[in-house]
């Protein structure tokens, strides 16, 4: 094969990606966290509806849920502490929708629970991916796809998250609502419920 020829094959085969993964996830998503020696650290469940994202994370006893609501430009992460339940809002001047490159440089990796998957290299590092569908969550790395296995550094040490449910479903519209029974609180106003509550 000639240098053109390769050459044109790959921009025919990066526009095909490009194209693919404009298509946006709607459904859930299950990824298992493990530490650097392999040892379970938890479970991360992700809603989408193509727009908007309910993210849970589970890990041991302690549960972390976030609601990303982009047409809206709101954020807020709930927290549930000593018996209060409140949603921490991201003010609306500090809510960006993120970009995704359009293409990367991949190799093939194969499928995973019967998505075609490509692995490129990204600014988290080694990240495998479909490029079937795009889930642009900001948890996730930024890749034009839908991640199905990569690495985060975080204070916890290095985390390994490996995709091991998909579902088409869509999910309940009321999970991209605050749940009843929350208080939405600035910044500020959760640190001065937090010193209350620990003051007792």
Not at 121 to 134: I, K, Q, R
Request: proline share 6%; charged share 20%.
């Amino acid at each position: 094969m000639t240098p053109m020829r390769q050459l044109v094959l790959g921009f025919l085969i990066s526009l095909s990606f490009t194209t693919i993964a404009q298509t946006p996830f709607i459904g859930t998503v299950k990824y298992a966290i493990t530490d650097a020696n392999g040892n379970d650290n938890g479970v991360v469940t992700i809603h989408s509806d193509g727009t908007n994202f309910h993210c849970q994370e589970l890990v041991g006893e302690f549960s972390l849920a976030t609601l990303e609501l982009p047409e809206q430009r709101s954020e807020f992460m709930l927290v549930t502490f000593l018996g209060r339940q409140l949603a921490l809002a991201t003010p609306a001047d500090k809510f960006h929708i993120r970009s995704i490159p359009e293409s990367m440089h991949t190799a093939s990796a194969g499928d995973v629970l019967g998505l075609k998957c490509m692995q490129t290299v990204c600014a988290e590092g080694v990240v495998t991916y479909s490029p079937d569908y795009l889930l642009n969550y900001r948890l996730l790395p930024a890749v034009p796809g839908l991640p199905v296995e990569f690495e985060f550094n975080s204070e916890l040490g290095k985390r390994k998250y490996k995709l091991t449910d998909i579902n088409h479903t869509a999910p309940d519209p009321s999970v991209f609502h605050i749940p009843e029974g929350f208080t939405i609180v600035g910044s500020d106003e959760l640190m001065t419920i937090f010193d209350g509550l620990t003051a007792e």
